[in-house]
């Protein structure tokens, strides 16, 4: 657990580095890149095409752990649109709460 505990710490931070020295660079309009990548039918359109799929299945289990509350909808639209940068925090955050659990991190309101 420790290890992926570290994973997560050091992952997250690295991706926020990133992420913070691109939108520096880029700003934050990346629809157009995005979505034209995917368009234009290349390896880097397919690669998006895979992490939006992520995205996706992220945003249900999300959803799904919290019981589609009010909270797990909220959740959910983070996932989706924040991706890895709220999936290795919220998963952190879980991972302590239930004190490395992974029945009750994985299951959320269904592991009773």
Known sequence: MTALR???ILAWTALIAFTAFVIGRDGLNLLPVFFGDIA???WPGQFN???LSFLALSALW???RNGWTVL???LAVAAF???GGFLMAYLL???HRENGDMRRVLLGVRAA
Request: charged content about 5%; hydrophobic content about 60%; proline content about 0%.
């Open 6 to 8: 570290l994973y997560l």
């Open 40 to 42: 234009a039918g290349h």
């Open 49 to 51: 095409a895979d992490f």
């Open 62 to 64: 999300t959803g799904w």
């Open 72 to 74: 797990g909808w909220l």
């Open 81 to 83: 649109f924040l991706g």
């Open 93 to 95: 955050i879980l991972l």
